[in-house]
């Protein structure tokens, strides 16, 4: 049971000083920063779904460069020292949706369920038992992390420190259910908010409904509850079931993309092979594009034997700017490179810097030499300030 539960594997953290230390900044800056961080949020709504008819507007907070800054040094000072059992998966190093997928593959009966409205729903006083109960930090540290961390006392759907809350929020209480789970010869993870219980063999529905109740009676204790239309029970003998856990097909043995959906890549990159022959240039083909290498991408990490292939196809169709679009860039960079020397550690001007890199390094399928100019001049104004932020974050 002991490796069901996480653990904090440092010294508590016992005083502002100490935070402050570990986080790069004085005492005074982080309790101002800590003050102010509800309005260090830039607030966006995105919308999700397949159905366009049907979509669901889903509200994030990207904190603000400042406050990024000291929550990517939370994680690396905090949360990255706490050792995560197996059964946690998403927002982990070497742990996704594949990994996830593996540990139900080949099973006869597959439950999945999904917490509702997850990270808004967390509640503040969770949070900070993360910090006092499980990394034993003195009750004020950890009112202070928590208020670095969340928004109007709940946490923050598209920061950086989310993914980890949502791994630890039930730190105190899921291990157990881990432990009668496996005595009953059942599979438990959780990728964040999805949840899969899987057999080995077909299970009753008495097993089934008891599985569901303790999973949903959990998370009831955390003000949270199942999503009533994603619970989905599928088993074997079920030639309609589609046995999927987190969009990979997982009936057999090993993780795999069904064969609909491998076509369906294939006809992707043939499309991004016809479009480029048209113009390679435009945005909607950089778009097509992108999405595209994204999915072969998948058949990589799958080991899919035609990944390679499929690699190889679209390296030959990448795409290209045009003169104005070259020309654009070149008007930023020289503006950029321009700026005094005291404003290149600034976030927002390094995330240029490192969008420009990224552009110029198009512009190069077309004009090396051009591409390379550039290049060598914003890495002479910034290098050594992005080099100096990366081993301050790393």
């Not at 069901?4 to 953290?13: L, T």
């Not at 603000?64 to 949360?79: A, G, M, Y």
């Not at 599928?234 to 491998?262: C, Y």
């Not at 004009?367 to 914003?378: G, H, S």
Request: with cysteine.
């Amino acid at each position: 049971m002991a490796n069901d539960k996480p653990y904090y594997s440092k010294k508590p953290i016992a005083s502002v000083e100490a935070l402050a230390q570990c986080l790069g900044v004085t005492p005074e800056r982080l309790l101002l920063i800590a003050k102010n961080s509800e309005k260090s949020y830039i607030e966006f709504t995105v919308y999700t779904g397949k159905d366009k008819t049907n979509l669901k507007e889903r509200v994030l907070h990207e904190p603000k460069p400042f406050l990024k800054s000291i929550q990517k040094k939370i994680n690396r000072e905090i949360f990255e020292h706490i050792i995560y059992p197996e059964y946690l998966h998403g927002g982990l190093k070497e742990r996704d949706y594949v990994t996830n997928v593996s540990l139900h593959a080949g099973a006869k009966t597959i439950v999945a369920m999904d917490i509702q409205d997850f990270y808004p729903s967390i509640q503040r006083t969770h949070v900070q038992d993360i910090f006092t109960l499980l990394c034993k930090f003195p009750p004020a540290i950890s009112s202070l992390i928590t208020d670095l961390i969340t928004i109007n006392g709940r946490v923050a759907q598209g920061a950086c420190c989310s993914s980890y809350i949502a791994n630890l929020i039930f730190f105190n209480s899921e291990y157990g259910r881990i432990s009668k789970f496996r005595s009953q010869g059942l599979t438990y993870t959780r990728l964040l908010d999805d949840i899969t219980i899987s057999s080995r063999v077909v299970l009753e529905e008495k097993k089934i409904s008891n599985a569901i109740e303790s999973v949903a009676s959990l998370f009831t204790k955390f003000g949270l509850k199942l999503h009533p239309r994603k619970t989905k029970v599928e088993q074997s003998s079920d030639t309609k079931a589609k046995f999927e856990v987190t969009g990979l097909w997982a009936k057999h043995g090993n993780p795999k993309i069904r064969k609909k959906d491998r076509h369906y890549v294939r006809h992707l990159v043939f499309i991004c092979q016809k479009e480029f022959e048209k113009d390679s240039n435009c945005s909607k083909y950089h778009e097509l594009w992108n999405m595209t290498s994204g999915k072969v991408a998948v058949l990589t990490r799958l080991k899919h034997a035609q990944s390679k292939d499929l690699r190889k196809k679209l390296g030959s169709v990448l795409p290209t700017y045009d003169s104005e679009a070259s020309a654009k860039l070149q008007r930023i960079a020289y503006k950029l490179c321009r700026i005094p020397e005291t404003e290149t550690s600034s976030p927002g001007k390094l995330k240029t810097y490192h969008k420009l890199k990224y552009h110029f390094g198009i512009v190069a399928r077309t004009d090396r030499q051009l591409a390379k100019k550039w290049k060598e001049m914003l890495d002479t104004k910034f290098k050594a300030s992005a080099i100096a932020a990366r081993s301050t974050n790393e």
